[in-house]
């Protein structure tokens, strides 16, 4: 792990210990040698279903075409975005991070964004060129948990797994570390 990754990851806990207190029932995890955790920012009940911004790439679910057009477009990959229909922390991270313009602006210069439906049924063709539906693909990629980002650089590979709601200080921490793990290893 690099030095300015450690710096980032202390940064990130620390933001989070401000803005929030960690959940004791969700106790920090690993994701690709980081520690993670969920931050509560009072009380989320279950409600309504949310939807998508319409700036959020509408794709065939084909993540090897969704790459390639990225790539054409000088973006640095794609992130895959893991929710499903009522799931609160989901409808917290669309009004609270996607729709901060500064976040939207970032994400769209650097990424094209895709929905997922983690109890979808959709065929979804993932970049190695395997088939199978929404469902068995957020299986397949751990994302059960939602919401769940994963960003894939032009290659394919998975650089960085976010799992769970966090504040729009450190998601833009997360996402500008994952434009560095990509420009680095690109």
């Given at each position: 792990?690099?030095?300015i990754d450690i710096i980032i990851a202390i940064l990130a806990v620390l933001a989070l210990l401000t803005v929030g207190q960690?959940?004791?029932?969700?106790?920090?995890?690993?994701?690709?040698?980081?520690?993670?955790?969920?931050?509560?920012?009072?009380?989320?009940?279950?409600?309504?279903?949310?939807?998508?911004?319409?700036?959020?790439?509408?794709?065939?679910?084909?993540?090897?075409?969704?790459?390639?057009?990225?790539?054409?477009?000088?973006?640095k990959g794609i992130i895959v975005y893991f929710g499903q229909h009522n799931c609160p922390f989901c409808k917290r991270m669309?009004?609270?991070?996607?729709?901060?313009?500064?976040?939207?602006?970032?994400?769209?210069?650097?990424?094209?964004?895709?929905?997922?439906?983690?109890?979808?049924?959709?065929?979804?063709?993932?970049?190695?060129?395997?088939?199978?539906?929404?469902?068995?693909?957020?299986?397949?990629?751990?994302?059960?948990?939602?919401?769940?980002?994963?960003?894939?650089?032009?290659?394919?590979?998975?650089?960085?797994?976010?799992?769970?709601?966090?504040?729009?200080?450190?998601?833009?921490?997360?996402?500008?570390?994952?434009?560095?793990?990509?420009?680095?290893?690109?």
């Open positions: 792990m690099k030095k960690l959940m004791a029932k969700y106790p920090p995890f690993i994701i690709n040698g980081q520690v993670a955790s969920v931050v509560e920012t009072g009380p989320v009940m279950p409600e309504q279903s949310y939807e998508h911004p319409a700036w959020f790439k509408q794709s065939f679910l084909d993540l090897g075409d969704d790459l390639k057009e990225s790539q054409a477009n000088n973006k669309i009004e609270a991070n996607f729709s901060q313009p500064e976040i939207k602006k970032y994400i769209t210069d650097n990424f094209d964004l895709i929905a997922i439906d983690i109890n979808g049924v959709e065929e979804v063709t993932d970049p190695q060129g395997n088939t199978m539906t929404e469902e068995d693909f957020a299986l397949s990629q751990e994302a059960n948990f939602t919401p769940a980002l994963l960003f894939y650089n032009s290659n394919g590979d998975v650089v960085m797994k976010l799992r769970g709601f966090y504040q729009a200080d450190v998601f833009k921490m997360a996402l500008q570390t994952a434009v560095k793990r990509i420009t680095n290893k690109s």
